[in-house]
């Protein structure tokens, strides 16, 4: 917990220092150079630290001057990966309109996502620091060393995800070079972010629950990174030692689905966005609609903080859960207003407003006892075992087919929810229905957790979901997202547009 406070408060610091400016001319009292910076253990762990600010899940001190406008972190709920990730899914919409619908082409800016890249750049000047640096204990040293590498393939495979290989620079020596430089290929990005995490891997720290390293990357996080890396490529021969090493490193399923989002350092929980006073998110001004006061029977939201309530469920994937299962605890249908009105979905006999008619309330992070939902404290799950059980399900199926081992996987995920019985009895007659059944189910389990818009590229169904639930302008480029406008522009053409925009 003692980390978890430091990080929470370096983020908040740090992300201020590395994205704002200000021009108040300033006494200079002593000064940081290469020369006495960095030169112990602390310092190395200061530069290390400031990294995580682009993992935290609020834009609070991260107003970016060359923007003009805030700068998204990969968890902030506004934009960001985590915001894309899930708006153009089929599990989770954003009131308004434009990502659900694919309402997007080349002149749309996603600026203030797309700048937290240069934080790559930002990852390998760090680690040039850290290379250089003499005298220090060399275990402590390579630990710095590959948490800086782990942060920054991480943040590769983030906008790897968005918008392919992005410009940054990879190497010490050309850190020099001010210019905007070409994109790599994507065998070079490719290869570079998981030899980035396969380096790092020994040196990294072991299961972090309940330690005071919690909130620090380690080896489960890599490990699943590199899993997920490969399986998104298409390489599960390669994914598999990665999936199956998970299961010796100490994680299980919870029992309660609820418990995942309300004990922090559950035993399922591989690494969460840390969320505290000092960095706490912003999901409840997002999920919870302004004049909601009650969710069901279990929830009271007793803060007068605002909320604009614009994250909701569309009732089609709503729909795809069976009654009986335990996961729709955390998915409201229905909820109160202050005056006691109860508003429903259409037709639920309640009274309905422009929110609640497009879709239920996603409450997974809300779980918790209410006042801690006004402050924003709940952490935000990013990466755990249920996740791991249902890629080996995948990898196992495209490996060698709908074995009584894959539906083992999978019987897992559904056993703890209580919808075995919802398994086709036909699933093992081929792998298409099997994989018809997991991607679905891989939804259920895991919405509002980032990974969805992905699972459907990587299943082929990204686009053909979209137009099937009406969206005329869905295209097949549009699996990536366009390059900022601004970064073509300035640029002068050295960074080139992806296809099809």
């Known amino acids: 917990m003692k980390t978890k406070k430091i990080i929470s408060w370096a983020v908040a610091l740090c992300m ?40 935290k899940a609020n834009s609070g001190g991260m107003w970016d001057d060359s923007n003009g406008g805030w700068a998204m972190p990969i968890y902030a ?20 309109n434009r990502l659900y619908d694919f309402n997007w ?31 220090l204990p060399e275990a402590a040293k390579a630990t710095k060393i590959a948490e800086a590498k782990t942060l920054r393939a991480w943040l590769m495979f983030c906008f790897y995800d968005l918008y392919g290989p992005v410009s940054c620079v990879l190497e010490p020596e050309e850190l020099s070079n001010i210019g905007y430089t070409p994109r790599p290929t994507k065998e070079t990005y490719f290869n570079r972010m998981v030899s980035d995490l396969q380096e790092s891997l020994p040196y990294l720290y072991d299961k972090t629950n309940g330690t005071g390293n919690w909130g620090r990357v380690n080896k489960g996080l890599a490990t699943m990174l590199l899993m997920k890396a490969y399986m998104n490529d298409h390489q599960y021969d390669k994914a598999l030692p990665y999936a199956e090493s998970m299961k010796t490193m100490g994680y299980k399923l919870s029992d309660d689905y609820k418990d995942i989002f309300i004990n922090e350092m559950n035993d399922e929980t591989v690494w969460a966005v840390p969320s505290g006073e000092l960095a706490g998110n912003e999901y409840f001004f997002y999920a919870f609609p302004p004049n909601c006061i009650t969710f069901g029977k279990d929830f009271e939201y007793k803060s007068g903080a605002n909320r604009w309530g614009g994250y909701l469920m569309p009732w089609e994937f709503y729909d795809t859960y069976d009654k009986a299962d335990a996961r729709l605890e955390v998915i409201f249908d229905s909820y109160k207003s202050a005056d006691g009105t109860l508003y429903t979905r259409p037709g639920g006999g309640g009274a309905s407003d422009d929110r609640i008619q497009q879709g239920a309330v996603p409450v997974k992070y809300l779980c918790n006892d209410s006042e801690k939902y006004s402050n924003g404290n709940t952490h935000i799950v990013a990466f755990r075992y249920a996740d791991v059980l249902l890629s080996l399900a995948e990898i196992e199926n495209e490996l060698n087919g709908p074995t009584d081992k894959a539906l083992g996987y999978l019987k897992q995920i559904t056993d703890r929810v209580g919808v075995t019985h919802t398994i086709p009895a036909d699933i093992q007659s081929s792998k298409e229905k099997f994989k018809e059944f997991l991607l679905m189910e891989r939804g259920r389990e895991l919405f509002m957790e980032g990974w969805r818009r992905q699972d459907l590229i990587r299943f082929g169904k990204y686009i053909e979901f979209a137009r099937n639930r009406g969206c005329t302008a869905a295209k097949d480029h549009m699996v990536l997202f366009p390059i900022p406008p601004k970064v073509i522009t300035e640029s002068g053409g050295v960074i080139e547009q992806n296809p099809g925009y």
């Not at 200000?22 to 990294?51: R, Y």
């Not at 709920?77 to 308004?96: I, K």
């Not at 082409?105 to 000047?125: E, L, Q, V």
């Open 16 to 55: 201020g220092v590395m994205l704002h400016s200000c021009d108040l001319d300033q006494k200079v009292f002593s000064s940081l150079t290469n020369a006495n910076f960095p030169q112990t253990v602390e310092d190395i762990d200061a530069l290390v630290v400031g990294m995580y600010a682009n993992f």
């Open 105 to 135: 082409a080349g002149a749309w800016d996603t600026f203030m996502t797309y700048t937290i890249s240069r934080n790559i750049t930002r990852c390998t000047f760090i680690l040039d620091q850290l290379e250089k640096v003499g005298g």
């Open 77 to 96: 709920a506004g934009d960001g990966w985590w915001a894309y990730s899930e708006f153009t899914s089929d599990e989770c919409r954003h009131q308004g």
